[in-house]
């Protein structure tokens, strides 16, 4: 049985061409394909240290604006933080 609350199956599995701008499925492919990628505890390990602190503070906020703006309160909860207990 899986215990895990995140997954990073589609990665695992994608076989597209990860090419940008050919149209909204691919782009939407090719942008699963590089936050799993960038997401990977090795990478990060690697890429936070070297990070600005403004490029940190952009990347923060870009995540939440992008959260807020998309995900109701439950939403951000059940699917974001993987709270099923929350109550809104």
Excluded: V, W
């Excluded at 215990?3 to 090419?19: D, L, M, P, Q, V």
């Excluded at 799993?36 to 690697?46: E, G, M, N, V």
């Excluded at 070297?50 to 059940?78: A, C, G, M, P, V």
């Amino acid at each position: 049985m899986d215990n895990n609350k995140h997954s990073h199956r589609f990665i695992e599995t994608y076989e597209g061409i990860g090419a940008f701008g050919l149209d909204r499925a691919s782009d939407e492919e090719t942008i699963a394909f590089l936050l799993q990628k960038f997401s990977d505890d090795t990478c990060l390990s690697a890429l936070l240290p070297r990070l600005q602190e403004s490029e940190i503070e952009n990347l923060h906020n870009l995540i939440y604006t992008l959260l807020k703006r998309h995900f109701s309160e439950d939403e951000y909860h059940s699917i974001f933080l993987k709270d099923n207990h929350h109550h809104g």
